[in-house]
């Protein structure tokens, strides 16, 4: 306890973190100045007394649920994750961008299927998940997140938790920012691609970076297909939409089009790039899109130099990162990052700068200095906004509207409160704070470094969630959780909007193409335990009810390509099988009510034993079977 509040610097008592965040304060008061805290000072007893009952509102006890679903990206991991807010327990996982030996994703048909012409990939960089909308609210019905890795963008289906879509994005390089239009309804998907490549990128202009172009990509949340892309200046780095439907908006570094690192850094404004998504679609409508090399998707030259009906570039200071839109409507915030301040744009202004009836700076309203290093911004749906400063560690709380104010001369103190977290935090995310039903609970620092909050684990430390309860007027540190590479964003939904599958239902299009094959063999999966050859192919077919396999053994020919389909007729919760073959590298779950396949070569001879690996029964160890594999 004491500990912990010895690095809140709003007690008297100054600690080591307080000297090293003063020091840090003073040096940096030098280049930009920087805005005084609010001094609310609290006696040592009255602030742990504080954080003591904000620690008991979060608590769920054993056996109780939590209030929110959290998703978070799992970074480079490649994975999703579900985590239980306010407990912070991790409730699942899912691969995406990873393969998982779990539940076979990247091993089993069905998901080789979905991961496409990029199954080859064994590894993803997953950012950014947000979940589809409706009239500015979560639906419940879909989590999107990007690949920066290898250019992918994929879908969660929210009804049973597992990825069903995964698109390559063509002619771009490196999805990083992801968000969703939120109004009407989640039409499009909207990313940035961030790194500038030649046009097409098929071997020219290797060394001519002035050819080099990065795009906006727009794509069809239902179909998962490219609707369009827009061709832009500068690196893409973070994106979000408005709540008309009609802007979107991405935050620009390199303005300069620089390649090296210094180049980058010249200018000292970059750019929020502001699109106008239905003057875009009109324009591909009405055919003045192209398309670049083999890829049919339909282009748009969005360029400072095309002047384009669909795009303007407000300069903002410095190589800006995170871009949120505030939950009213009003406001895009994008983040200084090499700047102390974040920029304010006016959402009501945009039809003016588009009509070319204002300047781009006039749709800036305010330019608030918080703090050194501001990342990412979350609301509260109260009027506040809170700011993760990644060099100060720490979240800065301000007042939106006051902040206007105080740039338009008046004197007002705009930041309430500055609480340290632990350490060096890149995104936030407050409790439904990127919808219309923001409700200021809760707010998530995903701080990069956790340093000595927990046990040294070697050289690779663990990340640190921390969990701060904003219901009152001051944020209080509530939980630590350390975190698997790497959480860069995550979001959080009122569990009242999610509603998870039980059980499989049989006609479910994530096995259709395994019912299909079955079906041309000749094969009613639920009742069926038969042996199929076809040349050098078989394919077995099997049920599972625990604890027993359809099938006891079956036997193959050395060399022989084989597919094993199980399914799962238990139809009771929880009960969930797996089919895992020895010295093959074969491993795969098939729920309860699912249908699962897998196909590998039968390359030995000899018997090798099949068994279950999810534990489903007293009997469990004894649920297996067979492969009897004859000499060629
Ligand atoms: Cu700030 Cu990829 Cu959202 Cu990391 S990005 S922090
Ligand atoms: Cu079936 Cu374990």
Redesign the pocket.
């Known amino acids: 306890m004491d500990e912990n509040n010895q690095d809140n610097e709003n007690q008297p008592a100054l600690s080591r973190r307080g000297f090293l965040g003063a020091s840090a304060v003073a040096s940096a008061a030098g280049v930009a100045g920087v805005t005084g805290l609010a001094s609310t000072v609290m006696t040592r007893d009255a602030y742990a007394k504080a954080a003591d009952d904000a620690m008991a509102n979060a608590a769920v006890h054993p056996g109780e649920l939590d209030e929110y679903y959290g998703f978070w990206s799992g970074g480079q991991s490649g994975e999703v994750r579900i985590m239980g807010i306010p407990s912070m327990r991790e409730l699942m996982r899912i691969p995406v961008f990873n393969v998982d030996s779990a539940t076979g994703w990247g091993l089993t048909n069905e998901s080789k299927a979905i991961r496409g012409a990029s199954d080859k990939f064994l590894c993803g960089d997953a950012?950014?998940p947000h979940m589809s909308m409706v009239d500015g609210k979560y639906d419940g019905k879909y989590v999107f997140i990007n690949d920066k890795l290898n250019t992918r963008v994929a879908r969660i289906r929210c009804d049973i938790m597992k990825c069903d879509k995964i698109l390559d994005v063509p002619n771009v390089q490196a999805i990083?920012?992801l968000r969703v239009q939120k109004v009407p309804h989640t039409k499009y998907v909207l990313c940035n691609g961030e790194f500038r490549v030649p046009t097409p990128n098929d071997g020219r202009d290797l060394n001519d970076p002035t050819k080099y172009t990065t795009m906006y990509n727009v794509i069809d949340a239902e179909s998962m297909e490219m609707a369009f892309q827009i061709i832009v200046d500068g690196n893409l780095d973070?994106t979000d939409a408005d709540y008309t439907g009609r802007f979107a908006a991405s935050t620009c570094y390199n303005s300069e089009g620089g390649v090296t690192l210094a180049e980058t850094m010249r200018n000292e404004r970059d750019w929020v790039v502001v699109f106008d998504l239905l003057a875009a679609e009109k324009a591909v409508k009405d055919g003045k899109a192209t398309t670049i090399g083999d890829s049919k998707v339909p282009v748009l030259d969005g360029r400072k130099k095309a002047n384009s009906p669909y795009t303007r570039y407000i300069p903002v200071p410095k190589s800006p990162?995170?871009l949120n839109t505030s939950p009213d409507g009003k406001y895009f915030v994008a983040n200084g990052k090499l700047s102390p301040t974040v920029s304010i744009i006016a959402i009501d202004k945009l039809s003016d700068l588009f009509a070319g009836k204002i300047k781009e700076r006039d749709a800036v309203i305010a330019e608030p200095e918080l703090g050194l290093g501001p990342?990412?911004t979350a609301f509260d749906g109260r009027g506040n906004a809170y700011t993760t400063l990644f060099i100060d560690s720490q979240i800065a709380k301000w007042n939106v509207e006051d902040a206007i104010k105080a740039y338009n001369g008046e004197k007002i103190n705009y930041i309430k409160q500055k609480l340290d977290v632990h350490y060096q935090p890149?995104?936030n995310h407050t409790t439904m704070g990127e919808t219309r039903d923001a409700d200021g609970k809760y707010l998530v620092s995903l701080c990069k470094f956790s340093k000595d909050r927990f046990l040294p684990v070697g050289p690779l430390r663990a990340e640190n969630d921390q969990l701060i309860d904003i219901s009152g007027d001051e944020m209080k540190l509530v939980h630590d959780g350390p975190a698997f590479a790497e959480p860069?964003?995550c979001m959080i939904v009122h569990r009242s909007k999610m509603k998870p599958s039980k059980l499989w239902t049989r006609d479910d299009p994530f096995f259709a193409g395994t019912v299909a094959m079955a079906k041309k063999d000749g094969i009613t999966l639920e009742t069926d335990n038969k042996v199929i050859r076809d040349g050098k192919k078989v394919r077995v077919y099997m049920t599972s009810i625990a604890p027993n396999f359809g099938m006891g053994e079956f036997t193959v020919k050395q060399g022989d390509e084989v597919t094993v389909t199980v399914t799962n007729l238990d139809s009771i919760e929880d009960v969930t099988h797996g089919f895992a073959m020895t010295n093959h590298g074969v491993s795969m779950e098939i729920g309860p009510q699912a249908t699962s396949s897998v196909t590998f070569t039968a390359d030995q001879p000899g018997v090798f034993w099949y068994y279950c690996h999810w534990f489903c029964h007293a009997l469990h160890m004894e649920m297996r079977g067979r492969m009897l594999v004859e000499k060629a």
Request: no cysteine.
């Open positions: 950012h950014h990083h920012g973070n990162h995170g990342l990412h890149g995104h860069h964003d």
